[in-house]
């Protein structure tokens, strides 16, 4: 094994793309944690996806075969996408807003055609178990 990234910067959560040439990446070197995408398994070019910030409480998703990005917004609760372009070369498109994560979220998952979003929640002692699945969330967002 040899190091990715060895910066005196902050890096968290790496996640690659599915054809395995992209690394997306939560850094801190603007100032505030933002999500970048470099080439990989070699570092090079890079670029910026978020635009106003991302939250650590989450990874980001690479879904649709690699042609959108989701990660957790600065607030910790908004999931954004952006759609991305990484053949020839990388280009993301601007951050658009999907849908606000439940109060207490523990952890979310996104399937990969993004169509689902699986999240877990804390129970209370007296809570039944309940398991609530957003089918179509994609198109109800798009509605006026």
């Given amino acids: 094994p040899v190091p990715y990234l060895c910066t005196p910067l902050n890096e968290r959560w790496g996640t690659i793309s599915p054809d395995g040439r992209w690394m997306a990446y939560f850094s801190d070197e603007s100032g505030k944690w ?3 995408v470099q080439s990989f398994p070699t ?4 670029y910026q996806v978020s635009t106003n910030g991302a939250g650590l409480n989450l ?3 690479w879904v649709r075969d690699g042609r959108e ?3 957790v917004a600065e607030d910790g609760v908004t999931l954004v996408a952006a759609d991305v372009q990484t ?10 807003k999907l849908l606000k994560l439940p ?17 877990t929640v804390p129970g209370g002692q007296a809570s039944a178990l309940t398991i609530t699945l957003e089918m179509d969330w994609a198109a109800a967002m798009r509605k006026p």
């Fill in 43 to 46: 570092p090079g070019s890079k």
């Fill in 59 to 61: 990874p980001s998703w």
């Fill in 103 to 119: 109060a207490g979220c523990l952890w979310a998952d996104i399937t990969r055609d993004g169509r689902r979003v699986l999240v």
């Fill in 34 to 36: 933002e999500l970048y």
């Fill in 69 to 71: 990005l989701i990660y």
């Fill in 87 to 96: 053949k020839p070369a990388f280009k993301a498109g601007t951050p658009r």
